[in-house]
């Protein structure tokens, strides 16, 4: 019997076998937990129903979280399957290509600004205040997505940078603020993973070789590690753990220069 069997688990932002997402959802199954999850857009339904159907999950529903009218019929239609919800995995995030390539200051709009934050962070606490009711009592948890790129800049990650360091604040202030109702808010800080989202940061390959270098472990990070850091980060192992960054990057973000064979080269 796995550390999350009982557990129920909503997932947003599975879009392909290679996401964080589908790391953490492998996991968790595999962990014992029952899962739902959620898709943007008629074009990704049927993808995300396949991979449902993988870890043995009927329960897919639609969900812009643009709209507070879609989150809250996300939980209404939930709440006819569960009697209640123990984890909300938010796995979003989102710029316009245009402004993850090139001159932070030249390439970032208003428009991209707050599309970013609203997206990106926004969206987190918004879920957190329409699950909260499917939430209570139950010892729950929270957990996003974040990215060293939130704390240090890094090429054309830009205008995501800010927004994840948003989502960070927002891990404290959640925490805080459901701690006294019994539920934990904690994020990730994933080292670089060739995954669809990180396809739109330009030279994103060339991150990768760099990362993996410099890096104590000298690799990069799996989507199973990650998954594997996620799943006991919300299941009762961590009960003690909230507001926190759990960096699974294989040690980059200890490190300054790198070793000293980089420095000669």
């Not at 599975?14 to 943007?40: C, D, N, P, W």
């Not at 329960?59 to 123990?86: H, M, N, R, Y």
């Not at 606490?125 to 060293?148: D, F, P, Q, W």
Request: net charge negative; glycine share 10%.
């Amino acid at each position: 019997m796995g550390y999350m069997t009982g557990k129920k688990v909503l997932i947003l932002g599975v879009a392909s076998k290679l996401s964080i997402a589908s790391g953490i959802a492998e996991a968790m199954h595999r962990e014992g937990a029952e899962l739902a999850f959620t898709y943007q857009g008629e074009k990704l339904r049927d993808r995300v129903v396949k991979f449902a159907a993988g870890w043995d999950s009927d329960l897919v529903f639609p969900c812009d979280v643009t709209s507070d009218e879609q989150i809250d019929a996300l939980f209404e239609d939930l709440s006819k399957a569960w009697d209640g919800i123990d984890c909300i995995v938010h796995c979003l995030a989102f710029a316009p290509g245009s402004e993850l390539d090139g001159n932070y200051v030249d390439v970032t709009t208003r428009a991209g600004f707050n599309l970013a934050h609203e997206i990106s962070s926004y969206s987190f606490v918004a879920l957190a205040k329409a699950g909260a009711k499917m939430m209570e009592g139950r010892n729950g948890s929270l957990l996003t997505l974040s990215y060293l790129g939130a704390v240090r800049s890094l090429p054309n990650y830009n205008v995501m940078g800010l927004a994840k360091a948003s989502l960070e604040a927002n891990v404290r202030y959640m925490a805080s603020a459901l701690g006294p109702k019994g539920i934990r808010v904690n994020a990730i800080s994933a080292g670089p993973i060739k995954t669809l989202a990180a396809a739109g940061i330009k030279s994103f390959r060339k991150m990768l070789e760099h990362n993996a270098k410099q890096t104590p472990l000298r690799r990069n990070v799996t989507i199973e590690e990650v998954g594997n850091a996620a799943s006991f980060l919300c299941s009762d192992l961590a009960s003690g753990i909230s507001g926190e960054i759990l960096y699974v990057d294989g040690g980059f973000n200890t490190t300054a220069m790198g070793s000293l064979e980089q420095a000669a080269e």
